[in-house]
């Protein structure tokens, strides 16, 4: 099994940044591609951003520009860069890491509130 922990979330107001952390422990060796969710109060989860392990990186538009993905292989970490940050931000943010389709594993999430 996989074990994901996060960190780095908080409230922020409209224009700042944050970074958030999701450090992977356990049986990682077939793990291919990591990323982040959010779900924001009353909306479905939502995909933020993936990265894989042969560097394939990919946004929703909706970030594109303001977010970046990036991993630590050394550490077992990924991070997700958070700038310019607006209200429509504000959500949970769950990190994720994938072995296959239908075999994905979760973080305990992180809270992100950006206020104007």
């Known amino acids: 099994q996989v074990q994901l922990v996060e960190s780095g979330g908080g409230l922020v107001q409209a224009g700042g940044s944050l970074r958030l952390s999701c450090t992977a422990s356990?049986?990682?060796?077939?793990?291919?591609?990591r990323g982040w969710y959010r779900q924001a109060p009353g909306k479905q989860r939502e995909w933020v951003a993936t990265?894989?392990?042969?560097?394939?990186?990919g946004y929703q538009d909706s970030v594109k520009g303001r977010f970046t993905i990036s991993r630590e292989a050394a550490k077992n970490t990924m991070y997700l860069q958070m700038n310019s940050l607006d209200p429509a931000d504000t959500a949970d943010y769950y990190c994720?890491?994938?072995?296959?389709?239908?075999?994905?594993?979760w973080g305990q999430g992180t809270h992100v509130s950006v206020s104007s």
């Open positions: 994720y890491a994938r072995k296959r389709p239908g075999d994905q594993f």
């Open positions: 356990g049986d990682i060796a077939g793990i291919l591609s």
């Open positions: 990265i894989t392990n042969t560097g394939t990186i």
